[in-house]
C-alpha cells in the first residue's frame, strides 16, 4: 500500500498516549490529525515535531478520519466526544482505562466494560478497545524486539473495525492480538488479567 492508499488517522487527546501512537503513525505515512481540548493554535509546536503528515484540527475534524484515537482520561470522555455530530460507522480506537481522578482509582462500572461504557456516549461508533494495556511510555517505543513484535490486544464487536485496526497496529510494527468482542475487553482493564501485561510475540 502506498502512503497516499492509507487510511486517515485523527485523535482525539494529544497526550502520552496518543503521542506514542501517532509517532509511529506518522512513520508509516498515515496523514494524521490531533486534536485536544485547548484547540489547534495549542498544538503547533507538537505537529512540527510530527513533521508534514500531521495536522491539528477540532475534536469534530479528527472525528472524521478513517480511524479515530479516542485517548483522554477517564473523567474528561463525555466532554471529549460530544460535540461530534454523527459517530455512526466511525471506527474508534479507545485507548482508555477506566482510571479516574486525584484518587486514581479504577471506577466501578459494575458488569459493563469500559469500551462498553464509552461505546454508549459514541452511538453507532464501531469501537476497538486497543493500547490500552501498553504503558504509553513502551508504546512509544520501536515495537521491535528480538524474534518477535510487542503485541496490542484487540477486543471489539465489528469484525471489519477490528480488521481495519488490525491492519493498522500491523502496519506500524506491533503484532495485534485480536481477544474478540467488546465483552472480552474487561481482560484488558486495569486490574484486568492484561492490564499493564507487556508481552512479545514470537514471528
Ligand atoms: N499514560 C499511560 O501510560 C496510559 C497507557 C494506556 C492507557 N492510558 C489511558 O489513555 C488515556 C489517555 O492517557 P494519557 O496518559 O495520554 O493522558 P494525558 O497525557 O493526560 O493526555 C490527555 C489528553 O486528553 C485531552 N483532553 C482532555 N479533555 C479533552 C476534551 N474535552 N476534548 C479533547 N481532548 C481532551 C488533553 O488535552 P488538553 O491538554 O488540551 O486538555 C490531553 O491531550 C487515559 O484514559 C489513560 O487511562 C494511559
Redesign the pocket.
Known amino acids: 500500500m502506498s502512503s497516499s492508499d492509507r487510511l486517515t488517522i485523527g485523535?482525539?487527546?494529544?497526550?502520552?498516549?496518543?503521542?506514542?501512537i501517532v509517532g509511529h503513525a506518522v512513520t508509516a505515512g498515515y496523514q494524521v490529525v490531533l486534536?485536544?481540548?485547548?484547540?489547534p493554535e495549542?498544538l503547533t509546536e507538537l505537529v512540527g515535531q510530527l513533521g508534514a503528515n500531521a495536522s491539528a484540527g477540532t475534536?469534530a475534524e479528527a472525528a472524521q478520519a478513517d480511524i479515530v484515537i479516542?485517548?483522554?482520561?477517564?473523567d474528561?470522555?463525555p466532554?471529549?466526544?460530544?460535540?461530534v455530530s454523527d459517530w455512526n460507522g466511525r471506527i474508534v480506537i479507545d485507548?482508555?482505562?477506566?482510571?479516574?481522578g486525584p484518587g486514581t482509582e479504577i471506577v466501578d462500572l459494575g458488569d459493563q466494560t469500559g469500551s462498553e461504557h464509552n461505546a454508549a456516549l459514541m452511538p453507532g461508533a464501531r469501537v476497538v478497545k486497543a493500547?490500552?494495556?501498553?504503558?504509553?511510555?513502551?508504546?512509544a517505543q520501536n515495537p521491535s524486539r528480538t524474534n518477535g513484535r510487542l503485541v496490542v490486544f484487540l477486543a471489539g464487536d465489528d469484525p471489519d473495525a477490528k480488521t481495519t485496526v488490525s491492519a493498522f497496529v500491523d502496519s506500524m510494527g506491533f503484532s495485534p492480538v485480536d481477544l474478540g468482542g467488546a465483552r472480552e475487553g474487561r481482560l484488558m482493564q486495569?486490574g484486568g488479567p492484561l492490564g499493564?501485561l507487556h508481552v512479545v510475540k514470537l514471528a
Open positions: 485523535t482525539i487527546g494529544t497526550g502520552n498516549v496518543a503521542q506514542a486534536s485536544n481540548s485547548r484547540g495549542s475534536v479516542l485517548a483522554v482520561n477517564w474528561k470522555v466532554d471529549a466526544v460530544k460535540d485507548a482508555t482505562n477506566q482510571w479516574g493500547f490500552n494495556t501498553i504503558v504509553a511510555g513502551v508504546t486495569v499493564g
